[in-house]
C-alpha cells in the first residue's frame, strides 16, 4: 500500500479500498477497517507521542477519521498525557467521575513517509492474520475430505499445492512411490490434518492415507456416496495393493460388485488415480472368523483358532498355499491383519499336525510322571483335552467318569492323585518361599497360589510393599508379566495388586457421617 493510498485517498476511496482488499483476502470489511484504523492510531502517536492513548474511528458510511486523545479522571493529575484532574474534567463535563475515560478530540494527522511505510506494515499483517483465521477455520472442519490443487511448487521432495483459497502441503512420505509433480500439475489428496501454527495454519495432505481410497470409492460408487454400501475396513500398501471391506445395507445390493461395477469401471477409475495400486473388495462379516478367511483370498484357509485374549488369530493353511497366503514380503498376510485388527500366525497343516503331536507327547509325559499311570492312560486324558493336573483334579467327577473306559471308582482315585501331587508340590513351594523370604503377610493373599509366590520371590518380590508398587499389567502382560505363566486375568491381577496395597489405608481414621440436626 502506498503513501497515497492514506494520505491522498478521499473519505469515500478509504472504504472502496477496504472493500476491495477484503474481496480479494476472503475476509469481512469490517476486519480491515479496523487494521486501517489501528495504522492511523500508531501514525498519531508517532506524531504526537507514544505515551498517548490515541483512539482512531472510521466512520462506516462516509469513511470520515476521526481522532482523539483519552484522558483518566483522577483526583490528582501523576501524568498529564493520560490523566486529566477531576475538576478540569467536569468544566468539560459536568457527570464525569473519577476513574472515567474523557476523549480529547485531535487534528487530522498528515502522513509522513514513515508514517505511512508503518501503516502499510500494520494494514498488512492485519489482513494477513484475518486472512490465515478465516483459512482456519475454513479448512479445520474439512478434515477427511478429498481436494484438487494445482501443484505450486516442489521443495526437497515435498509438494506446495495451491487449493485457490489456501495452500497446502502433501509431505514427501505422503506421496505414493514413484509418484512425481511438477508445477503446474493437477493433484486430488486427501486432507488428513489442519493445524493452527506461528507461520498460519498448515494444511497437511495425503496420498498413502487408507481414507484416501475410501473417499475416491465415494465419489466413484454412488450407493457408497448414498450410504447404502458401508466400508467397513481399509488397508493399504500404497502404490502397490490394498484390501477393502465392504457391507450393504440392502440384501438385495451385493456390495462387491456394486464397487467393482460394470467390467470393472468403477474400481479402475480408483486403481488409475492411485497408479496401478491393485486392490481386493472383499465381503465384511460380522464374525471375525469370516471376514479373516475372506480377508485372506486369494488363499485358501482350513482351519481358524481364536485366542480373544491375545486378540489373534491361528490360521491353518495347505502345505502348497503358505506362500500364497503369505504373500510376497508378507504384504498378502499384513493387509489382512491391518483389515481385521487380529494379529494373524499362519501355519501348514503339516507344521499344525507336528504342534499337536509334540504338545499331546508333551502332557502324557507329564500326566505319566506326575499321576503316576500308564502311558495308555495318559495319552487318553490328554486326548479328552486336559491340559494340566489342575484340570484334573477339580473337574466334576461325573465328567471323568463318563469317559471311554473309565468308571466312577477309577475316575475317584485318579483325581484323588491329583490332589495328592498338589498338596505335595504346593507343600514343597511353601517351604522354598519361606527359605527365599517371601513375607507371610504376602502370602495371606488369597489369589497368590504357592506356585505364585516362589515366582515372586525369584523375581525379587518378597514384601507387600514390593507388590504394591507394580501395576495390574505387569503381573500378568503375556510379554514381561511376573506371572504370565500362570494365566491370570486382568480383574485378577488388579484384585492381588489393590490386596497388597490394603495396609497403606488400614491407618486411616474412617469417615463418620455426622448426626443430622434435631
Request: charged fraction near 30%; charge should be negative.
Amino acid at each position: 500500500m502506498e503513501r497515497e493510498t492514506l494520505v491522498g485517498a478521499n473519505r469515500l476511496e478509504l472504504l472502496q479500498i477496504a472493500d476491495a482488499v477484503a474481496r480479494e483476502k476472503v475476509i469481512e470489511v469490517e476486519v480491515v477497517i479496523e487494521a486501517m484504523a489501528e495504522a492511523i492510531q500508531r501514525a498519531a502517536r508517532s506524531k504526537y507521542g507514544q505515551e498517548n492513548e490515541i483512539r482512531a474511528e472510521i466512520d462506516r458510511k462516509t469513511g470520515e477519521v476521526k481522532l482523539y486523545r483519552l484522558l483518566e479522571v483522577v483526583e490528582t493529575v501523576e501524568n498529564d498525557t493520560v490523566q486529566i484532574g477531576r475538576n478540569t474534567a467536569q468544566v468539560r463535563n459536568p457527570d464525569a467521575r473519577v476513574g472515567d475515560l474523557l476523549s480529547e478530540p485531535l487534528p487530522p494527522i498528515d502522513f509522513g513517509r514513515i508514517a505511512a511505510q508503518t501503516a502499510k506494515q500494520v494494514i498488512v499483517q492485519k489482513v494477513r492474520d484475518a486472512e490465515r483465521k478465516r483459512q482456519y477455520e475454513e479448512y479445520k472442519d474439512r478434515i477427511g475430505e478429498i481436494v484438487n490443487g494445482i501443484v505450486k511448487r516442489v521443495e526437497y521432495g515435498n509438494v506446495l499445492v495451491d487449493l485457490g483459497r489456501a495452500e497446502a502441503i502433501v509431505r514427501r512420505d505422503e506421496l505414493l512411490p514413484r509418484e512425481s509433480f511438477r508445477q503446474g500439475d493437477r493433484i486430488r489428496a486427501y486432507i488428513y490434518d489442519v493445524r493452527q501454527e506461528t507461520r498460519g495454519p498448515q494444511i497437511f495432505l495425503s496420498r498413502t492415507h487408507p481414507q484416501f481410497m475410501g473417499k475416491l470409492f465415494e465419489q466413484e460408487v454412488p450407493e457408497v456416496y448414498d450410504k447404502i454400501i458401508e466400508l467397513k475396513s481399509v488397508a493399504r500398501d500404497p502404490s502397490s495393493r490394498a484390501k477393502i471391506a465392504v457391507w450393504s445395507r440392502d440384501s438385495s445390493i451385493d456390495p462387491v460388485g456394486a464397487c467393482v461395477g460394470m467390467r470393472g469401471s468403477r474400481v479402475q477409475a480408483v486403481v488409475n488415480e492411485l497408479q496401478g495400486e491393485k486392490i481386493d473388495i472383499i465381503q465384511w462379516s460380522a464374525d471375525p472368523a469370516t471376514l479373516l478367511v475372506n480377508a485372506l483370498a486369494p488363499a485358501e484357509v482350513v482351519r481358524v483358532v481364536l485366542d480373544e485374549e491375545s486378540h489373534k488369530f491361528e490360521v491353518v493353511v495347505p502345505d502348497d498355499q503358505l506362500s500364497l497366503a503369505i504373500g510376497r514380503r508378507g504384504q498378502n498376510v499384513r493387509l489382512a491383519s491391518q483389515l481385521t485388527g487380529w494379529a494373524i500366525d499362519i501355519v501348514t497343516e503339516s507344521e499344525q499336525s507336528e504342534r499337536r503331536q509334540a504338545e499331546m507327547q508333551r502332557l502324557t509325559d507329564e500326566f505319566m510322571s506326575k499321576l503316576d499311570v500308564d502311558e495308555m492312560m495318559a495319552k487318553l486324558l490328554a486326548t479328552e483335552g486336559f491340559s494340566s493336573v489342575e484340570e484334573l483334579a477339580y473337574v466334576p467327577i461325573e465328567e471323568l467318569a463318563g469317559l471311554e473306559g473309565f468308571d466312577e471308582g477309577l475316575a475317584e482315585a485318579l483325581q484323588q492323585r491329583a490332589l495328592d501331587y498338589i498338596a505335595r508340590r504346593d507343600a514343597e513351594f511353601e517351604v522354598e518361599r519361606k527359605a527365599m523370604g517371601v513375607s507371610d503377610e504376602l502370602a495371606a493373599i488369597a489369589d497368590l497360589t504357592p506356585g505364585m509366590l516362589v515366582t515372586l520371590g525369584k523375581a525379587g518380590i518378597k514384601t507387600l510393599d514390593e507388590l504394591a508398587d507394580l501395576a495390574g499389567d505387569e503381573l500378568n502382560d503375556p510379554a514381561i508379566g511376573v506371572l504370565k505363566n500362570f494365566e491370570l486375568d486382568e480383574a485378577t491381577a488388579n484384585r492381588i495388586i489393590m490386596a497388597a496395597r490394603a495396609h497403606w489405608f488400614a491407618d486411616e481414621a474412617p469417615v463418620v457421617p455426622a448426626d443430622p440436626p434435631a
